[in-house]
C-alpha cells in the first residue's frame, strides 16, 4: 500500500464482455477494452462511435449494469467514458468537457530535478536519457481517466537543449506513448534557442534569420511529432531571454513562433508572468496588464496568453488576476499551480479544489480557453510526495472537465477511489486549505515566505541586494503604525485594473472583503474588522483557528487508524505531525513579529 496505484485500485472482475460498434481496433480502443475487459463488474459494455455526438471527448453513458452501452464522437470519448464508468459515474446524458485544453505543465529540468517538485525526480528526463515506459504509460493512464488531454513536458526556465535532436527523438517516443491516451504534448522553450542551439549571433524576432530557424525546427518537430500541440514560453521574466531584449514587444515574439508552427496547426502559449524588466517601481501585481493590454488584438489567431489565477504568485489566497478581465481579443489560460510551492510542498494537507473554485466563482470557464496546472507529480512510488496530494491532481483534472463539480463531490469521489469516503476525511479537506491561509498569512497578507524555497515563515525578510518584489517586508509594510499593502487609488492603484463591481469594492477599506484586507489597504493597528476586534487581535485569532484546525485533523487521522492500510496511515499521520509544528512555527514567528512591528521595535 504504497499509494503507486493512486486512484486506480480497481480489483479484477474479468467478468466483462466488451464489443466494438463503429470502432476500428486502434489502440486507444484497446486501451479502452481492455480495461473494462479486467474491471468492469457487469456482464456486457458495447461502445459505439456516434457521429452526431461532438468529437471533443464527450461520452454517453446508457443502458443497465449488466447492459452497457458507452456512445462517443470519437475514440477519446470511448476512453473517457471507459473511465467515468469504471469510477462508478453513470450520470445521464452527454457528458462533455468545459475547458477544450486541459494541460498539465511539467517543470522538469533535463537533470531529472523538478523546478518547485517535491515527489523526487522527472519521470521524463534524467542524464542517462532513459524511459521508463512503464511510468509513463501508468502517468497517461491516470491523466486519461480525469481527462486531462495536454502536457508541457519541461520547465519553462527551458533549456536550449530541449529543441536538440537527441531529445526531440525522446519527445517523440514520449509522445508515442500518450497519443492513444488522448494527450497532446507541447514542449516548453527557451526564446534565444537560435543562440544557443542555433549558433546564431541574435534571437531577434524581426530578423529573417532567426525566423528561418524557427520554421526549420518547426518542421523538424512536426515531422516526428504530427500532432505536437505547441510551444510554451516564459519570455523576458525572471531572467528568461524574450523580445524585449531586442526593443520588440511580446506580440512580435509570440507572432513570430506562431508563424512557425501555423502550417502545422500548431499553438504558441505565452505566458504573462512578468515583472520588473520594463515596468520597474511599479506595483508586482500591476505589472501583467500593464505590459500586455498594448498588446491586446495583436496577437496572431493561433496564440494563446496563460496567466497565473492570482496577479501575485501563487499565494494561499490571492484576490484574482485582472488581466482576466482586461484582455478582450486574446484567448486566455489559467494557469494554476497543483504543486503546493507556497502551501507546505509535500508535508502539508492541503487539499486545493476550495482555491481554484473560488477562483472560477470570478473568472468565468466560459471566457478561457483552456486551464493548465503546474504538475505536482515525480517519480516518487505515490507520485506527488503527500498522499493527499494525488487529490489534488485529481481535482486539477476533474475540475477542468467541469468546473461547476463541488470540491466536495470530488473529495468523495476521490476518496472512494483511494481511501474510503468517510464524512470526517471530506471535512478534513475541505477545511484544509482555509486553515493553512489561516495559519500562514490570514486576512490577504502574502509572500511572507522565507527566500527562495517559500517553505516557512521569514516576515522580516529583506536583502538589498534582491529585487524588491522578492522581499516579504515589500508586501507586508507592517510598522509602527499599521499594516498592509495600500493598493487602493490612493496607493498604488491595482483596484483600478478589476472590473466593475469589484473595482468600487475592493478599493474601500470599509467594502473590501476581509479575507483580502492586507492585499489592498494599509491598515491603521487601531482598526477593527467586523467582529470587533482589532487587527492584531484579529490577526492573533485566525493564526490560533489555522493552528487548532490542524490539531482537529491530526485527532480525526488519529480516529481512522483501524480503517486505512498501516503504511499510507503512518506516512500521513507523520506528515500531519510536520504540519502541526509548521503551524505553529508560522504563527509564533508572525506574531512575534507584527507585535514587534506595531510596538516600534526593529
Ligand atoms: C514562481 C516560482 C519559480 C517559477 C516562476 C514561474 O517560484 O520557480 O519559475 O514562478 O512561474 O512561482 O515562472
Redesign the pocket.
Known sequence: EDGSKLWLRFGIKNRAKVICDGCTSSPTVTIARHELEQYYDGKAVKLTIDKSIPSDGGFEISGTRDNRLISAGNETGLLYGTYALLRGDTIKGLNRPVFKLRILNHWDNLDSSI??GYAGTSIFWNKAMSIDTARIREYARANASIGINGTVLNN??ASPKMLSRPYLLKVRQIADILRPYGIRVYLSVNFASPMGLGGLPTADPLNSKVQKWWKKKAKEIYAEIPDFGGFLV?AN??GQPGPGDYKRSHSDGANMLADAVAPFNGTIIWRS?VYGANHKGEDRVKQAVSEFEPCDGKFRSNVILQSKNGPL??QPREPYAPIFDRMRHTPQIAELQITQ?YLGQSNHLVYLAPMWKEFFSFVSPKNLAGIAGVSNIGNDANWCGHHFAQANWYAFGRLAWNPALSSRKIAEEWLMQTFVADESLISMMLRSREACVDYMMPLGLHHIFKFDH?YGPEPDGFKASYPIEWCPVYYHRADNKGIGFDRSTKGSGATAQYREPYRTQYDSITTCPEEYLLWFHHVPWTYRTLSGRNIIEEMQYRYDRGVKEVEDFTAIWQAMRDDIDQQRWNEVNNRLHIQLKDANEWRSTCMDYFNKKKSGLK
Do not use: T
Request: a negative charge.
Open positions: 523546478e518547485r519553462v526556465n516564459k521574466s525572471e508572468f504568485d501563487f510551492e517559500h
